[in-house]
């Protein structure tokens, strides 16, 4: 086991390594400069298409496009891909950057956010346009899918590669890891047992999960923009109290991403390369752009146009990582709590008590174990999918029923191995989902000119015909 631990260590330090990092991020920047710049640009029509993406709509439909495809709204859609990215990364995430990296780190968890916004949108492209049917009827699609009927038959192997990663993650990053964190959560606030934690989470997801992706979708639907406004109220009140330290903490931002800084109270110091490393690292973990986990979830969407579901996908990153991950920063950085050399979750309900007193590491609490909740909904999806492509489509109640009999397992395990080989096949995921993307990108450049050229674009038809 220590030899399986070490070798995996040393994948994991190379798939989370700068040169991944790099492909990520070069990935990102050449799709955003071959879109010039239109997720940026359009991010406004983006939140208008989600706003009428909240149901199946007449308007979304021209004579030459009858009905819409797909088992869920396109808001449902992008929530559901938001209760997989929303969680521990926005917690836990943003202060293990800020203590490794820096008030300087969160600069680059932005500027991957803004690259990441071109990932996600040709993600979704991808997806809608080289989406299949299953043997029910139901729409499939993602990294695995654009691969095969994208790249055709030869990179049928890759497809089964993002799968195989896909399939194991989930039961790690998005299962095991998210409810052993709200136990732990919940022993240290509320002196909840870790067995009755895991229990309680495994009765209410398997609920939502057996019932496969349109009860997803409802729950994530409903669950996610409630969780999400309620935490950014939550740390807006926080800057409210630490209104004067709001204009520092940008300063520090801006600043300590271009410069060292020197190690003061129990902080450690952070060179600008950790502040880079550690942003960038902690950014992608948290929106997961280039992962290729989204757009498993956006190939469900009732859309037969591919960049209008992209334009939707490109706001999970702004959400994600612009809003959600920045109010958990400032909340940070406004206190002075971050110098004191704590980290993760214990760093955010530190700052969050600090101005509110009695009931601030309460709030990050709940916060989590409901961030958490909504992963595992979110990931138990996109591993029954990744399990389907590999064994097809009699697999996928097996899967579910493992899936939820392992939450219980997590609440209670020590995850030290687990967290490690998760964590690794997460990172791996993403470079068979890179090279689709590149080798595609022609595709997802000529639909998008189609589109704002005003041309009727009709690639989304489901590639039954092609399997």
């Given at each position: 086991m220590e030899t399986l631990t070490s070798l995996l260590g040393a994948i994991n330090g190379i798939v989370w390594g700068p040169l991944m990092l790099i492909l990520l991020l070069g990935v990102g920047i050449y799709l955003q400069i071959g879109l010039k710049l239109m997720p940026i640009r359009k991010l406004g029509m983006g939140f208008k298409l989600m706003w009428q993406g909240r149901?199946?709509?007449?308007?979304?439909?021209?004579?030459?496009?009858?009905?819409d495809e797909g088992e869920i709204s396109p808001f449902n859609a992008l929530m559901t891909a938001?209760?997989?990215?929303?969680?521990?990364?926005?917690?836990?995430?943003?202060?293990?950057?800020?203590?490794?990296?820096?008030?300087?780190?969160?600069?680059?968890?932005?500027?991957?956010?803004?690259?990441?916004?071109?990932?996600?949108?040709?993600?979704?492209?991808l997806a809608v346009r080289y989406r299949e049917t299953d043997s029910t009827g139901y729409h499939v699609g993602g990294p695995m899918f654009y691969i095969k009927n994208g790249l055709g038959r030869k990179w049928l192997w890759l497809g089964g590669l993002f799968s195989f990663f896909g399939a194991v993650a989930?039961?790690?990053?998005?299962?095991?890891?998210?409810?052993?964190?709200?136990?732990?959560?919940?022993?240290?606030?509320?002196?909840?047992?870790?067995?009755?934690?895991?229990?309680?989470?495994?009765?209410?997801?398997?609920?939502?999960?057996?019932?496969?992706?349109?009860?997803?979708?409802?729950?994530?639907?409903?669950?996610?923009?409630?969780?999400?406004?309620?935490?950014?109220?939550?740390?807006?009140?926080?800057?409210?109290?630490?209104?004067?330290?709001?204009?520092?903490?940008?300063?520090?931002i801006f600043y300590y991403a271009f410069n060292p800084?020197?190690?003061?109270?129990?902080?450690?110091?952070?060179?600008?390369?950790?502040?880079?490393?550690?942003?960038?690292?902690?950014?992608?973990?948290?929106?997961?752009?280039?992962?290729?986990?989204?757009?498993?979830?956006?190939?469900?969407?009732?859309?037969?146009?591919?960049v209008r579901q992209?334009?939707?996908?490109?706001?999970?990153?702004?959400?994600?990582?612009?809003?959600?991950?920045?109010?958990?920063?400032?909340?940070?950085?406004?206190?002075?709590?971050?110098?004191?050399?704590?980290?993760?979750?214990?760093?955010?309900a530190l700052s969050f008590d600090a101005a509110l007193p009695g009931f601030g590491n309460q709030i990050v609490a709940i916060a989590l174990a409901i961030f958490a909740f909504t992963t595992i909904l979110g990931w138990s999806f996109y591993g029954e999918k990744c399990c389907q492509f590999l064994f097809g489509t009699r697999s996928i109640m097996l899967y579910r029923v493992l899936f939820v009999l392992a939450i219980p397992l997590g609440a209670i395990a020590q995850l030290g191995f687990i967290w490690l080989m998760a964590d690794t096949f997460n990172a791996m995921m993403a470079i068979p989902n890179l090279i689709a993307l590149a080798l595609l990108s022609p595709v997802v450049f000529k639909l998008t000119r189609d589109y704002f050229a005003g041309k009727d674009v009709l690639p989304g038809e489901a590639l039954d015909h092609d399997k």
């Open positions: 149901d199946a709509k007449p308007s979304d439909k021209t004579p030459s496009q009858p009905s938001l209760s997989a990215t929303i969680g521990t990364g926005n917690i836990a995430g943003v202060a293990t950057a800020i203590a490794l990296g820096g008030p300087g780190a969160v600069f680059w968890m932005w500027i991957t956010a803004l690259v990441g916004m071109a990932t996600k949108f040709a993600e979704a492209v989930a039961f790690g990053i998005g299962n095991t890891v998210q409810s052993n964190s709200v136990a732990d959560a919940m022993d240290a606030t509320f002196g909840v047992p870790h067995w009755l934690t895991g229990v309680i989470i495994m009765v209410l997801a398997g609920a939502v999960i057996l019932g496969g992706i349109k009860r997803i979708a409802k729950v994530a639907g409903k669950l996610v923009p409630v969780m999400g406004i309620a935490y950014v109220i939550a740390g807006l009140l926080v800057l409210i109290v630490n209104a004067g330290q709001i204009g520092d903490a940008f300063g520090l800084m020197a190690a003061a109270g129990g902080f450690a110091g952070a060179a600008v390369m950790a502040a880079i490393r550690f942003g960038v690292a902690r950014g992608i973990f948290s929106n997961e752009a280039g992962l290729g986990s989204a757009p498993i979830a956006h190939a469900a969407a009732q859309t037969k146009n591919p992209g334009l939707i996908a490109m706001l999970g990153t702004f959400i994600d990582t612009i809003i959600v991950c920045t109010i958990t920063a400032l909340v940070i950085l406004t206190s002075t709590v971050w110098m004191e050399g704590e980290a993760g979750a214990s760093l955010t």
